[in-house]
Nanobody, 117 residues
Framework: QVQLVESGGGLVQPGGSLRLSCAAS????????MGWYRQAPGKQRELVAS???????NYADSVKGRFTISRDNPKNTVYLQLNDLKPEDTAVYYC???????????WGQGTQVTVSS
C-alpha cells in the first residue's frame, strides 16, 4: 500500500504559477503510474496529467502547454508544475498512484488551488 501526501497548493493570480508535490510513502518505481487529478465544485474529478514508470506523459487538452508533470523516482515524489494559471484551473488537486501489477489505485488527500485576482 502507498500513502500519498500532496503539498504546494494555494491562492495565485491569473497568469501565475505553482508547483505541486506528491510524496509517496513507498517506492513508486517501477510499479506505479502516477497521475494528478482535479475536482472543481459541482464537477466530476478529471485527469489532469499522468506519467508512466519510464517517463511517458499524458495531459488533458485544457492544460497542454501550461502544466508539466514529472517524477523523481529515488525521492518517490511526483510534481506538477502549473504555469499561466486561469480561474478555471481552480480545484482540489489529487495525486494518484496506479499499481500496474495489482491494478490497485491510491489517492492523496488533495491540495486546494485557487486562481483569482
Amino acid at each position: 500500500q502507498v500513502q500519498l501526501v500532496e503539498s504546494g497548493g494555494g491562492l495565485v493570480q491569473p497568469g501565475g504559477s505553482l508547483r505541486l508535490s506528491c510524496a509517496a510513502s513507498a517506492s513508486i518505481f517501477p510499479m506505479y503510474v502516477m497521475g494528478w487529478y482535479r475536482q472543481a465544485p459541482g464537477k466530476q474529478r478529471e485527469l489532469v496529467a499522468s506519467i508512466t514508470t519510464t517517463g511517458g506523459t499524458n495531459y488533458a487538452d485544457s492544460v497542454k502547454g501550461r502544466f508539466t508533470i514529472s517524477r523523481d523516482n529515488p525521492k518517490n515524489t511526483v510534481y506538477l508544475q502549473l504555469n499561466d494559471l486561469k480561474p478555471e484551473d481552480t480545484a482540489v488537486y489529487y495525486c494518484n498512484a496506479l499499481n500496474l501489477f495489482t491494478d490497485n489505485r491510491y489517492w492523496g488527500q488533495g491540495t486546494q488551488v485557487t486562481v483569482s485576482s
